[in-house]
């Protein structure tokens, strides 16, 4: 049973356009991050987030922890090239030290 | 610093032939975990550490055995590999766990199980 749902597994647009991906999950979690991983590399951490409802912000990238740490999203304005690759969340639980679990990851493409 | 480091970084099995695969890090980490990534299912979580001498089941245990005699290596083993154990296989470290550290990974190791 997959804890993380991702949503969409997919995703193709063209530079300039925004985007939203989705973190879903009928458990709570402690934490929630982020990550981009491009190929032939390791995943690369982007953002932790910690609290219900925080919002996050890395340049164009905006985190969002849904109010009851079940769920969050990333929304990316004015996608780059740059931006290519695989996202992945991952939930932690302050109780369950040393283990995290991953969602199957949104694989995104921007065209030039 | 290195970070972490894996070897090798790609590796060619005979079903039933046995390996180590090896993780290294140089950050003084205290939690070391080895995952696996197959197309479209993301990481699980295969085996990982909280400390020197200790180890523990993750998500996908089975054919596996690990040991962290070092703090600075992980070690990852296949007694009889398998063709369901070709991956792409991730080592990672964080400095402590409460599912909110960062994880810090390696470049992968590319096996391929014939």
């Known amino acids: 049973t997959q804890l993380l749902e991702q949503s969409p597994q997919f995703l193709s647009i063209q530079e300039g356009e925004n985007l939203t991906v989705y973190c879903n999950s009928s458990s709570v979690f402690s934490s929630l991050q982020w990550y981009r991983q491009e190929p032939g590399e390791g995943p690369v951490l982007l953002v932790t987030v910690v609290t219900g409802g925080e919002v996050k912000k890395l340049k164009r990238l905006t985190f969002q922890f849904g109010d009851a740490r079940k769920d969050s999203s990333l929304h990316i304005t004015a996608a780059q090239p740059g931006d290519t690759g695989l996202y992945l969340c991952?939930?932690?639980?302050?109780?369950?030290?040393?283990?995290?679990?991953f969602g199957d990851g949104t694989t995104l493409t921007v065209k030039p | 610093n290195a970070g972490v480091t894996q070897t090798p970084k790609f590796r060619v099995l005979k079903t039933g032939q046995s390996m180590t695969l090896l993780c290294a890090q140089d950050?003084?980490?205290?939690?070391m975990y080895w995952y696996r990534q197959d197309p479209g299912m993301g990481l699980r979580l295969i085996h990982y550490?909280?400390?020197?001498?200790?180890?523990a089941k993750g998500e996908v245990p089975d054919g596996y055995n690990v040991s962290r005699l070092k703090k600075q290596n992980f070690l990852l083993g296949l007694e009889s590999a398998a063709p369901s154990q070709t991956s792409v296989y991730f080592c990672?470290?964080?400095?402590?766990?409460?599912?909110?550290?960062?994880?810090?990974f390696g470049p992968g190791t590319r096996l391929t199980v014939l």
């Open positions: 991952a939930g932690g639980w302050r109780t369950n030290a040393g283990k995290s679990t």
């Open positions: 950050m003084n980490h205290e939690y």
């Open positions: 990672a470290s964080s400095l402590a766990s409460y599912g909110t550290d960062t994880q810090y």
């Open positions: 550490s909280v400390g020197e001498g200790t180890t």
